[in-house]
């Protein structure tokens, strides 16, 4: 069995990903952490967690074979080194994600710049052969997540493109912020940042696309919804056969029906799972390629991904305990 620790287990990654844990056949959860919550057992934090026998502790002295980070940005760089010696981590912040520059550009200064080139980028479609062997991981972020996997057959052949995401409200995480309260965040499509999103850096770094991001808070709970537009002269069978490449990818599903309920990627249809639901259309008039990408922010965006790479990191199938459908309705 693969001994996991949790740390930042009380917010809603944290949560997702003890939920995984738990239910995954190869692990034993050996520690899950919160400082606020010390001592408490689990469910007092995550209600849906009731009868797992787990109690949240401050003490940072335990045994594991995989270090899972769901903690802020800015925090896994200051606390790393507890563990770079003893366990495989997998960081879910944005720490390691992309070289120093582009750090720089979105983030600042970074405390542990030697160790940037030490983490391969988590995102098995495109890295699955650096991730068997990795010891650090940096689990890609939930919209970079959606963006690349869109974007990645079209590496080389665009420079730009513009990118409108529709996020859901439990990407900002669990922390208190009146933004966030019902009467504020219910039935808004707000915009919550124009441009220069954080995210853009990991497309840039893996796609070699200056993707321009704007970002719609807009009423949900999970989820996100990401269209992508660019020019290029193509037609809608040549756009289909860009996707083939993910064909045999377990977690990755073409979605473009001509009729029914749906015809293209919706998040309500992922929710729970851990797919990336991709599509595209073309505007033949304007030669326009629009692509759509939908996952769950919580899951192929975050702890599912992470579950997928530990997978991937001990040799195991890379589906165990992921394989589950979405549910539905939601
Ligand atoms: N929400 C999402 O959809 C996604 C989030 N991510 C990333 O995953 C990480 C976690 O996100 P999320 O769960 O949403 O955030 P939350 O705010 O919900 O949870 C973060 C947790 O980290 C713990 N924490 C904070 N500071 C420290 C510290 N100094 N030492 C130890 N623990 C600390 C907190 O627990 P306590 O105070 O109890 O110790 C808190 O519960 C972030 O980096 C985020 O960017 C990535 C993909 C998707
Ligand atoms: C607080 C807040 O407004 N959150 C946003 C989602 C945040 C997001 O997409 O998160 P990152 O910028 O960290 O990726 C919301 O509620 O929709």
């Known amino acids: 069995m693969i001994k996991a620790a949790v740390i930042g287990a009380s917010g809603y990654i944290g949560g997702e990903l003890v939920r995984l844990l738990a239910m995954h056949p190869e692990v034993e959860i050996s520690a899950v952490t919160s400082r606020h919550h010390n001592g408490k057992k689990i469910h007092k934090v995550h209600p849906n967690l009731r009868g797992l026998d787990l109690r949240f502790t401050n003490n940072y002295n335990f045994d594991a074979d995989v270090v899972f980070l769901a903690v802020p940005h800015g925090t896994s760089m200051k606390i790393i080194d507890d563990y770079v010696e003893s366990a495989k981590i997998i960081d879910l912040s944005?720490?390691?994600?992309?070289?120093?520059?582009l750090y720089k550009e979105y983030y600042g200064e970074h405390l542990k710049p030697e160790l940037i080139d030490e983490f391969v980028y988590g995102l098995p479609e495109i890295h699955r052969e650096e991730i068997r062997r990795a010891e650090l991981i940096a689990n890609p972020g939930c919209n970079a997540t959606a963006v690349i996997l869109a974007l990645y057959p079209f590496k080389g052949e665009i420079s730009e493109a513009i990118v409108d995401l529709k996020v859901s409200s439990s990407a900002g995480g669990r922390r208190e912020n009146v933004a966030s309260i019902h009467p504020e965040r219910s039935n808004v499509v707000r915009i919550y940042k124009p441009s220069h999103h954080r995210h853009e850096a990991e497309v840039r770094q893996e796609t070699k696309v200056n993707a321009q991001f704007t970002v719609h808070s807009v009423d949900l709970i999970r989820g996100l919804l990401a269209t992508i537009y660019f020019k290029m002269e193509i037609n809608e069978k040549e756009l289909y056969?860009?996707?083939?490449?993910?064909?045999?990818?377990?977690?990755?599903?073409i979605v473009k029906e001509k009729g029914g309920m749906q015809r293209l990627p919706d998040p309500k249809y992922v929710i729970g799972s851990n797919f990336a639901d991709i599509g595209f259309t073309y505007d033949e008039r304007n030669q326009r390629v629009v692509l759509f990408s939908a996952l769950d922010n919580l899951i192929k965006g975050g702890a599912g991904q992470a579950v997928q790479n530990m997978n991937i990191a001990f040799g195991l199938d890379e589906t165990l305990g992921l394989n589950y459908l979405p549910v539905y309705p939601v």
Do not use: C, G, I, T
């Open 241 to 253: 056969k860009k996707y083939f490449r993910y064909l045999k990818e377990p977690f990755v599903r």
């Open 94 to 101: 944005a720490d390691f994600r992309v070289s120093l520059n």
